[in-house]
């Protein structure tokens, strides 16, 4: 199926009582603890509700379907990632392909944004975000880094008929219309069997990636449903060497990092998924850059060192997997 309808969307919610057994390890037959973290529930008073898929609380009122509750334990808020999340779990309840909700890679919409990025850049040096985030000054010159103070938000320029944008007072963040490209794609375009390039959720992290080393060759998904656009570039460049996917170390980080591994190995490219900061209690790479800078360059070190002996190791012995 080629559209996601609301029959396909309801085929779904039944899955919620295999949910609430595997998942949460509940007897459905009878009432179970409240799900909703921000009830102290001292006495059962959540039930299933095999008439309506859905499972309530009598006592707070919170009821959850099983997108709330895919949402709740993955922390992912927009409903196309919960949609995602639920189709990988059930992938043979529905043969949904996500077209509704897929960015719509079409050139139709070209707009040249060369004045609008100049006038950007003209204003980077009145916001002190990224400065706060520690990323290297020297990294705002080289992509031209602007700020735009009327919406007040940081612009990262992808190309000329492109950019990424996100708040420096809340969390919006904006794309422009059209193909949703990839942060530093053109890596991708030349590629040999040492080829190591670090793929992360964001353009921040992508930076913060930067500063710790500045020969480090890194991309950014913008958004972790257009690792779809990544798969697309990978197999229409013919990528040769390794990827590290380095995501946040949250729920939905690790599940995004095992669906992307799983789709790399079916177009036969490498790739590693060892988290660089999951032994530093931080969300994500900027994170870290911020709270324990010494921590993540050591971390960072070995690991690409090691990831580097691997890649030559493979290329010498033919048939070494890694």
Known sequence: MSFIDRTSIDNFKPMLA???????GLNINRPFTCLNPNHEDNHPSMSYSPKYNICKCFACGTTYDIFDMVGLDYGVESFKE???IVDKLYP???NIVFKKFDVVESENTVIDFTNYFRK???KINETNYLN??????????KYNVGFDDKREMVVFPINKNCYFARSVTGDSKIKSKGTSYLWNEKLLDDSDDKSLIYVTESIIDSLSLETIDPDVKTIALNGLPNYKRLLKVLESK???????LAFDNDKSGKMYQDIVKEELAKLNVN???????SSLDVKDLNEALINNKESLIKNYNYFNDNFKKIIDKRIESEGYEI
């Open 18 to 24: 295999d949910y609430l057994i595997k998942k949460h």
């Open 82 to 84: 919960k949609l995602e």
């Open 92 to 94: 043979n309840i529905s």
């Open 120 to 122: 950007c850049v003209s």
């Open 132 to 141: 706060d985030r520690k990323i290297n000054p020297d990294l705002l010159k």
């Open 238 to 244: 013919g990528y040769k060497g390794t990827l590290v």
């Open 271 to 277: 790739s590693f998924s060892t988290s660089l900061i």
